[in-house]
């Protein structure tokens, strides 16, 4: 098989405005960037208020491994599959971070013959949304500072400013640093750091907004810090919310590109699931949903993570409604949460796949707690045996969910027809009840705690007194009515990436928690998980160059 990048490279597309034209995107509706990718205008979306929306469909995934799952491959194969055998439908899917392209996981425009195109531009500057995002956080970080150079008049208290910057690399040295420093014509000395861009509340901000009168207007209620009397101060007490939001003028606007199989894929906004919502942009999967039959989308991670706060956080702002979940599995996913060591998943061992089958039993149970109907899609690779399919298949049974296999990264849309059509029967049959997981006027620890014994497995959840009284003071504030966005490891139900399985009587430590009042939600930052991550020893960075030919090699 050929690398993901060379079937990307050989892939034969069609100028972006026919993709739109597909859709009824009249040409003087989209701006191009270049032949393959555009933006479509928002005065047209909100042209398109009172069509009817199509079926929404989230797919998901057991908690992921070294071994992989392939979700975003899985996603953008269903909606090719789809299309194949006769529906409108088109994919929805966050835009790649630079940091796990150039770290660990490498890129997210899916894999072999089930991607987006076109692959390098979308998993480096794209059309250059991520950039945006950063500068206009990074403007709000320069704007208090300067605020505090010239007087502070509203007497902000440098101990308690909140705002750090942000950059789309994996960069540990910045986590936490001192700027200021070199006398009075520099600032002013004071601690400060670094998140990567994904968990950016401008990010969250910005993948919820459905205009950008309401981008402003929450870009203005973000708090970035407190007076010395303890009281709130936002964004907007800067001045800085009408230049930020004119650095996302541009950007707000979804982007629209192409399958391999040229079926339509709608690209746009990119929080993580571990650290942030990890979801694509409200205002993409709307204009999708008003310009197909049936969308297909997909949330970070495992389900605990990416469906979890799909459901409580982007379903609850946007009254998205979910008409059916997949859930990706993979035979060597459930061996390695089995106990089987990396190294041996070639083998088949059946009894490994049942003691590993537990993880994927749980997400299948927590889907089916948010009211709606799932199928597991089974991402097959070559090692898998009759015997460890069977075993997936008859215990998923036993949970009243199908299981159907799929071959996207070696087939394409032709590796899995039997899925789309279990997908589009499910998404039609009404069978969907969808609700939340828990009420807004619940306290902010019950919410907590609520997630962490009903998604998780958890007895309980802690965290020490000071923790404790910030829960109790942003109640005070009135964010109350906030829902919980949980930053923790994606490896496992507990925050011990280590802990395989489905792990339970664990407890889940807040080690510290981030108000994010303009996204409206409440991060809650869990065990050891950092908002910056580090590069690996090796990283994918090593391997990416440009050749003789002026392409780019090494990407995946």
């Known amino acids: 098989m050929q690398p993901d990048i060379e079937i990307a490279r050989a892939a034969s597309t069609i100028p972006v405005l026919e993709i739109g034209a597909r859709l009824g995107i009249p040409a003087a509706e989209m701006i191009p960037y270049g032949h393959d990718k555009a933006k479509i205008r928002l005065d047209y979306l909100h042209s398109l208020a009172d069509r009817p929306q199509g079926k929404l469909v989230l797919v998901t995934a057991m908690s992921p491994t070294p071994a992989g799952e392939g979700k975003t491959t899985v996603a953008i194969g269903l909606a090719d599959a789809l299309n194949r055998v006769g529906h409108n439908a088109s994919v929805c899917l966050r835009e790649p ?25 979308i998993n480096l500057h794209f059309t250059g949304d991520m950039h945006a995002i950063g500068a206009a956080h990074n403007l709000l970080a320069a704007m208090i500072d300067n605020y505090v150079h010239w007087g502070n008049e509203i007497r902000i208290d440098l101990r308690k400013v909140t705002w750090r910057r942000v950059v789309d690399i994996n960069d540990r040295q910045l986590r936490q640093i001192v700027t200021g420093v070199g006398g009075p014509a520099n600032g002013y000395p004071m601690e400060g750091g670094f998140d990567i861009t994904v968990a950016s509340e401008v990010m969250a901000i910005f993948c919820l907004s459905r205009s950008l009168a309401e981008l402003q207007q929450r870009l203005g209620r973000i708090v970035i810090g407190y ?178 296999v799929c071959r996207y990264w070696a087939q394409g849309s032709a590796g899995g027809e039997e899925l789309a059509h279990a997908v589009a029967a499910l998404a039609s049959s009404g069978a969907a009840q969808f ?115 002026g392409q780019i090699e090494g990407l995946f």
């Open 227 to 404: 007076t010395r009397g303890g009281e709130p101060v936002t964004a907007e007490q800067v001045q800085a919310a009408g230049a930020m939001t004119a650095l996302l003028k541009d950007a707000l606007a979804p982007n629209l590109a192409q399958t391999l199989e040229n079926n339509p894929a709608f690209i746009h906004g990119g929080p993580f699931a571990n650290i942030a919502h990890g979801c694509n942009s409200v205002i993409a999967t709307e204009a999708a949903l008003r310009l197909s039959d049936i969308v297909v989308t997909e949330a970070g991670f495992g389900a605990d993570l990416g469906a979890e706060k799909f459901f409580d956080i982007k379903c609850r702002k946007s009254g998205l409604r979910p008409d059916a979940a997949v859930i990706v599995a993979t035979v060597r996913a459930l061996k390695m949460h089995g106990g089987v060591p990396r190294g041996e998943l070639e083998a088949e061992n059946v009894a490994a796949v049942e003691e590993g089958l537990a993880n994927l039993g749980r997400h299948i149970r927590n889907i089916g707690q948010y009211g709606v109907p799932a199928v597991v899609a089974l991402n097959h690779f070559d090692s898998d045996t009759d015997a460890e399919i069977q075993a997936v298949r008859e215990y998923t049974a036993r949970s009243g969910v199908d299981t159907q």
């Open 97 to 121: 971070s630079l940091g796990p392209c150039f770290g660990l996981k490498g890129g997210a425009a899916g894999g072999g013959y089930a991607q987006v195109v076109p692959m390098e531009d």
């Open 435 to 549: 609700r939340t997981l828990y009420d807004d006027a619940q306290p902010l620890w019950d919410k907590a705690r609520t997630i962490a014994r009903s998604i998780y497995g958890a007895d309980d959840i802690a965290a020490d007194q000071k923790i404790r009284d910030r829960f109790r003071q942003y109640e005070a504030e009135g964010y109350g009515h906030f829902p919980i966005c949980m930053a923790k490891t994606q490896y496992s139900f507990s925050t011990d990436p280590q802990l395989l399985g489905a792990p339970d009587k664990h407890t889940v430590v807040i080690r510290d928690l981030a108000l994010a009042a303009g996204a409206e939600f409440l991060v809650a930052i869990c065990g050891d998980i950092m908002r910056m991550p580090g590069l690996p020893r090796k990283p994918a960075a090593n391997g990416i160059f440009v050749n003789a030919q």
